[in-house]
């Protein structure tokens, strides 16, 4: 197939310009599309075809739901039921924004999209060009993050084109996201709201608005033998090609220990790479020393995050060392993605 790309300035453009995507998507293609979160990979969530060629196209597994985009509040009684009060208040508290909300569905949900579950996932991302787009292809886009089952997520047009180019219809490109890291996603569908994945938008703003909410055990205790609530977070995702380690503890152990293993892996003839901050980065030499961003600037960090990865798996980098990010807001989103790029490999040197 193949694929054709469309330049959208998120500045200066207008409906017209997106009709031909909605029309792809009408007619059961797939379009990726800009959020402010990361790329798209959209097709028409209330149509089972659509949502079994999104699946094929990422080559993921079909029992991992995909989240129905809209751009107008009132969409979302067409889709879900008994939709409650605290629900509401979050979608206009945080829509559009990078928020996901678990809800009951309608029957005119297949249960192709939501992969066999009797709930939906629905968010209205905070982005000029998603929001047309949604509007042009009839109000209800599918779209899992843009990558390949097992990448890290896409959050540039080029990143969309090194995994999708000739598997969907188009590619429109509106330039990096701003966030960078996939949506917070919550649970409404019991009366205690429950984060199933953390993101930008963090427990203390959601609790600020309704009260309780409480973590799904299985994102903080990651030994824990309950299955996580949103079934693709038990995919090992984000794996970069390279083995990852985090390291963590006090700075200069910390640098101490990484410019030690680099030393030796090199010697070993491995690729080494090494996710630093702009306060640390110039103590290392690798074969690539990424600055991700000044240590309290988790806004940076996150953004970079998914871009560093794939530039390590462009440059057959095989061994990969990070120092951790605990900063206050995003931190937790932040690590979240990175230990599961890492499969898990902390080197605490605290103790
Ligand atoms: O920021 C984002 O959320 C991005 C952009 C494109 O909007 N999308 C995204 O989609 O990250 P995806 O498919 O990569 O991740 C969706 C997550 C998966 O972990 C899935 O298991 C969970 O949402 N999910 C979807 N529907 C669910 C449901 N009904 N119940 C529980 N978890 C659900
Ligand atoms: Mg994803």
């Known amino acids: 197939?193949?694929?054709?790309?469309?330049?959208?300035?998120?500045?200066?453009?207008?409906?017209?310009?997106?009709?031909?995507?909605?029309?792809?998507?009408?007619?059961?293609?797939?379009?990726?599309?800009?959020?402010?979160?990361?790329?798209?990979?959209?097709?028409?969530?209330?149509?089972?075809?659509?949502?079994?060629?999104?699946?094929?196209?990422?080559?993921?597994?079909?029992?991992?739901?995909?989240?129905?985009?809209?751009?107008?509040?009132?969409?979302?009684?067409?889709?879900?039921?008994?939709?409650s009060d605290k629900a509401l208040m979050l979608a206009e508290s945080?829509?559009?924004?990078?928020?996901?909300?678990?809800?009951?569905?309608?029957?005119?949900?297949?249960?192709?999209?939501t992969g066999g579950l009797d709930t939906v996932a629905v968010r209205m991302p905070d982005n000029k060009i998603a929001l047309e787009f949604i509007k042009s292809a009839g109000g209800y886009v599918a779209a899992p993050s843009a990558n390949l089952s097992g990448r890290p997520s896409p959050t540039t047009a080029e990143h969309v084109c090194e995994d999708m180019n000739g598997r969907i219809d188009m590619i429109i490109d509106g330039g990096s996201s701003t966030i960078g890291l996939e949506s917070t996603i919550v649970d409404m569908t019991e009366d205690v709201p429950i984060i199933l994945r953390p993101g930008y938008i963090t427990m203390n703003s959601l609790s600020r608005v309704v009260g309780d909410v409480v973590y799904d055990p299985a994102i903080l205790d990651l030994s824990s033998d309950e299955p996580p609530r949103a079934p693709g977070m038990k995919y090992r995702h984000y794996a970069p090609k390279g083995d990852l380690a985090i390291v963590k503890g006090e700075k200069d152990k910390v640098i101490d220990y990484i410019r030690r293993q680099t030393e030796a892996a090199l010697s070993e003839g491995e690729r080494v790479g090494i996710i630093a901050t702009e306060e640390t980065y110039l103590n290392y030499s690798a074969t690539e020393v990424q600055n991700i961003g000044p240590r309290d600037d988790e806004a940076t960090i996150a953004r970079r995050l998914y871009a560093v990865l794939r530039e390590f798996d462009e440059d057959g980098i095989t061994r990969i060392y990070s120092e951790d990010f605990d900063t206050p807001n995003m931190g937790q989103a932040i690590m979240n993605r990175l230990i599961k790029a890492a499969g898990h490999h902390i080197i605490n040197l605290s103790n």
């Open 94 to 113: 945080f829509w559009p924004g990078p928020l996901t909300m678990i809800l009951k569905k309608a029957a005119i949900v297949p249960f192709e999209t």
């Open 1 to 83: 197939m193949e694929t054709k790309f469309l330049k959208i300035d998120i500045n200066s453009f207008n409906t017209e310009d997106l009709k031909e995507a909605g029309e792809i998507i009408r007619a059961g293609g797939l379009v990726a599309f800009p959020t402010e979160t990361v790329y798209g990979l959209g097709g028409d969530g209330l149509n089972k075809e659509s949502s079994k060629k999104i699946y094929e196209a990422k080559g993921r597994p079909s029992d991992n739901p995909l989240i129905i985009h809209i751009a107008d509040l009132k969409d979302i009684f067409r889709i879900t039921t008994g939709m």
